[in-house]
């Protein structure tokens, strides 16, 4: 048997095996696209288009569908080279009929029409989630989110709380923090109490995990309770605190050296470590993606302005990790580079997990080393392989498939053929990555 | 077809493709080399002898040609595993009629003889030029460099800009500035008014690029006009304005985290942005080599005693690339733990660029890396794929021989056995990266 | 011949060459496993089955040492994927008689069996060095390690640093080396009279190197005699002058900027200062193993807790490096993000050469890609290639075959296919790396 051979008989045995989708942006009630500008939409395609010379202005809103299409269409030639640009193939053939191997700016108007008529059929979800093989997949929520009107095993909710660790500075925020728990946030009490009906409300809807991300200069601590409760109050208003407790003498080196001598990092770092605790009281594991800065390319399109200093260690976790013996975090770093940090990690800590390839990892050429290291020296069954970070449910399948590929040629290069696994083996160990520990870790 | 047949026909394909290389150190009156002195003095052999135990006394100036030619090959069986000797046997085969596999001392004086043979041949310029199939090759000039006397048309000036950062500070720069602009240098107003005229004149000649190598921590940002004022006057002779003005008080918090808070760093800041304003008034590229420390090693041969720290970051240049959206960075950067950050950097950023493989990254595995990576995510428009950095054209090459080998392999095995391109398309994408983008980049 | 017939023609001809293994943790009054409890007992596999899931009970003392075995090996097949439990299989296969291709929990017992009986032998050491074909294996000594009793040439007596480093602010370990030399340490003088007595009695029992594990923000430099003086007394009792001497004003801001405003890291940075000066005294290579933080799990297993901050540079180490061309400096980095610097430095300075490939980094996709790296630019006489890091001797054919195995593929990949070796050159330069460089670069 050759070499392609073997590797495109594990990649189909993988193909077989039912998908739980740890991690995505799926809105449960507009789950799959509803034009092929939801497809096109995502940030992948918009920023690639624009990078590669595309104004804003098909973007802007009263823009028609159609007209945004072809002018990102029209730039696809510019990146026909990617990686996104072969998951989009794979959808129009995949979803809308399409039958040749490559999409042109000639093949707007068919493949926009086509997309009309295939995401109006009224069971497209279930085509969709039939076709991907797809049983759960996770969702992304915002602390005031409804998690009514779904079925919460199929769409799972999930705690996202970026807001409440970074923009609790915000009146907005509070407010909003304050209309979905009944509870004003004017000290380290009132937080907690805010924190701790949150959690009581996602658990109680089935929610699985607590998520954020986070920048590469974080750094989570204890702060002590007296030092949080002046920093939420000089943040909620008492203007006279700021300077008076924030000067940096009252907190730790630490502090200091990771910038936090304000009332917003100490108030972050304080909210953070609530979170954590939260996760413990609740049994929920607390996904960490680390890594990003926000908002770096200012004039970037819609999602197209995060980007990242790798400068970045999980060093920087160690109080976490060892505050927190009982709860889980999957991790995610942003890099590469990162991704031998996360492996003696999770060789070393019980309770930290590898999970998945983020956003400007997930590409085939890191997956595959990302991949590769962790399959040699981090246990089997502390490894979560991937999920979609899709916005719509027409992407898990693609994106699942680029990663099975690289899965059966890692399988197929580092445990067959050297003789460590027999096919059937390999199978096995790519199912506990895909599947068995997804449904372990977050006891779905 | 096996494998490697498929990945020879795309580097047979690859060699076809004239050449216009975007950055060497080509001195155009002397483009080729006259001994073999010169192709074993390429800094790449000495520091790789010395490197491997040869002392600094062959490289004295009384020692003569063909001696110090025999001392170098009489340390290369030493490093004749690295890439750099598979260079220079390969000029001994297709230069000097070598017919061997390897090259020991005992080849010496045969090979030195030949060097004087073939170099001296009227026409060897020529040759070499044809033999690489060589269009153009971008040089790497002083501010004060003539641009008289070749044909800008194939030797492309550029204007390299290490000197006017850094080194404003020694009074024997300023006094060249001043020769080749007729300003003195005493404030900012004259620097810019310096600077504009370089400019001007370089452009006039046909100029393509502004370059400029970069130390690890260096940080762009705007200063303002009077601060630069004072920076140039402390550096120019009025020495007691350095104390006063810059005790780092005036000075933002960025340019005191970033080391700025002298005179010298300041100008180096004011000058660089200020270059930056005049690649956007000009219209050209602003090329940036980003991460060498000079004089790591302080008895290291002649060019051969630089290093870095990898701990840098693009972060470092966000102020730059939000202000200066019309200007095109192309980046080199000196290590592939830097890659994935320039592959992120350039799919947002519509005005950064990949440029090349970088000194201690040019080797086929960081090659192959870097490559591999930067195909799969950035828009195949954006990515100028490799330059020689050669001091002597007959480097040029062996050089891109070996990254046309690379980019044959990655083609082959990321492109065309996927399925993704056939045969001849990946080689409309090798010579996409190999010279179109040259051309439109760099409007040659 | 395929490709795999190359690349295991290659492998057994590297499997004939007779081994010197130069840093190992042997105990030469006890170099072989006495039970299966001292295989499985060494920390790879303790830290897996911890973080895999197990508590700390078996790990007890108290606990049988079949007891033990059979827990560790209880959990192993959650961690069966890892090139930890490959080496186990093999040392099963190779030393005791098993014949299957996976051991499970079922076979605790008999393989404890099995190792009582083959442990047993009396001639059991010198099975084990005939089977591994090991002549020779360097040991880790701290200074007051008897040195007696054993053949030096079979295994290698190598002066371990760090507590003289890192530790001499514990009176006990200032006793300890008070009791090795006879010397009270109580200022610099007496603290050099000290390293030089240890060096003196190293060298003249046949010590072939000096050796310490480092931080990774360790940054050597020259402190002022005066001022270790007066450090060692701070440090040695005299605590008035902790304050007085060492709040930073008095140290250059080098040393600030590490860290070192304090007796300890002041104590810290002169010892290492002066262990490297009685390397060029006693001319020894000074081995550096560059990256580690200790103690990172608090609650992890023994010799399970450390981890690292990757973000460590050789730049630190400039200094070191310009300040004693004589001395040998065998470089060890714990993460392969830190391999392009060895490769870059190693190229640049005579006195910096590869060695192996440490801990986390010490897994077959780290091997690949640094050794290829280190292959394709260092010259070939300053590689070491490996070492075994073994507590006991039946760890050294496993992971020399793990070694042998990869360095098999790279030459057949890298040198043999592309034209540019011979199988029998490759072999010899396989043979350099392991074997020939040990011998001359530490005089073995």
Known sequence: MSADNLSRDLYSALCGIPLIDPHSHIDPLAP??????????????????HSAGMSHEPLQREVSARDRVRAI?????????TVQYAWFVQIAREFLGFTGDKVTVADADALFDAGQKAFAQPDWEKQVLQKSKLEAIFLTNEFDDSLDGFDTRKYVPCLRTDSIVFHLDKPKVRERLADATGVEIGDAQSLRKAIWKLFAHFKAKGAKACAISLPPDFEPFKLAESELDRAIRALAGDSTLAKAVFGGVQFAKSIAGAGHATPQAAVAAGAFWMLAEHCREFELPFDLMIGVNRKVYESGVY??????????SLIQYRNLFNAFPDVTFPISVLTTGQNQELVAYS???????????????????YIRRDLGERLQAVPKTKQIGYYSDAYKLEFVLPKYNMYRRVLADTLADDFVRPGRLSETEAVALGKRILRDNVREIFDV
């Open 32 to 49: 799959v696209a509803k034009s092929l500008d939801d497809i096109l939409g995502y940030h992948y395609y918009t920023e690639l288009a």
């Open 303 to 312: 999602q197209g302005q995060d980007l990242f200093d790798r400068r970045t």
């Open 347 to 365: 060789w070393i800590f019980p309770n930290v997990v590898t999970n998945g390839h983020w956003w400007y990892s997930n590409i085939p050429a």
């Open 73 to 81: 269409l029209g730039h696809m030639g510019r990146f026909d080279n």
